[in-house]
Antibody, heavy 117, light 111 residues
Framework: EVQLVESGGGLVQPGGSLRLSCAASGFTFSSYEMNWVRQAPGKGLEWVSYISSSGSTIFYADSVKGRFTISRDNAKNSMYLQMNSLRAEDTAVYYC??????????WGQGTLVTVSS | QSALTQPRSVSGSPGQSVTISCTGTSNDVGGYNCVSWYQQHPGKAPKLMIYDVSKRPSGVPDRFSGSKSGNTASLTISGLQAEDEADYFCCSYAGSYTFEVFGTGTKVTVL
């Protein structure tokens, strides 16, 4: 069974940093592209970042470019999102999502990031 | 990149059919056959219902179907059931720069 478990969310002040983690199991993690997708409270979904299976190709949404860094460790079956210079508008549930053929097929349960003073 | 446009809500009685539209541009919906639909119950993670415009993952009832015409994709739920009450989001690939763009979301209510 495919499982994606996010962790690392919490309350952080504006300008602060957080590192999210996604632990994958139930599939060959190193063979799959992955994404981070977020959802602000009561709002729709927003794609945040993409990483290829090897980690060599990375894309970011304009809203986070230069502040967020995606990475993965295939030996640990894990993906990460380093978030710096956080803003109030970054407040959201962040989902780890497996990507197959230009479609997200599995999602984690999400981790809540709240940016507030 | 603007979000894809969906109706805020649709409703139907059990057994009826409802259709949700998802309107984009030639840079996303109209340019690629990479439209997916997700069902999200309150407090839960989204679940893939349709991918590549009209394909159903295993385990998704055939009451759910997808289609596309021009810059608008559609999700139809036939034989509406109580458990179909949820939020539905569309998503389209939008090229290697914008990557993925999601819809604004539609709340389906079963009357």
């Amino acid at each position: 069974e495919v499982q994606l478990v996010e962790s690392g969310g919490g309350l952080v002040q504006p300008g602060g940093s957080l590192r999210l983690s996604c632990a994958a199991s139930g599939f060959t993690f190193s063979s799959y592209e992955m994404n981070w997708v977020r959802q602000a409270p009561g709002k729709g979904l927003e794609w945040v970042s993409y990483i290829s299976s090897s980690g060599s190709t990375i894309f970011y949404a304009d809203s986070v470019k230069g502040r967020f860094t995606i990475s993965r460790d295939n030996a640990k079956n894990s993906m990460y999102l380093q978030m710096n210079s956080l803003r109030a508008e970054d407040t959201a549930v962040y989902y780890c999502a497996r990507y197959v053929g230009y479609n997200v097929d599995y999602w984690g349960q999400g981790t809540l990031v709240t940016v507030s003073s | 990149q603007s979000a894809l446009t969906q109706p805020r809500s649709v409703s139907g009685s059990p057994g009826q059919s409802v259709t949700i539209s998802c309107t984009g541009t030639s840079n996303d919906v109209g340019g690629y056959n990479c439209v997916s639909w997700y069902q999200q119950h309150p407090g839960k993670a989204p679940k893939l219902m349709i991918y590549d415009v009209s394909k159903r993952p295993s385990g998704v009832p055939d009451r759910f179907s997808g289609s596309k015409s021009g810059n608008t994709a559609s999700l139809t739920i036939s034989g509406l059931q109580a458990e179909d009450e949820a939020d539905y989001f569309c998503c389209s690939y939008a090229g290697s720069y914008t990557f993925e763009v999601f819809g604004t979301g539609t709340k389906v209510t079963v009357l």
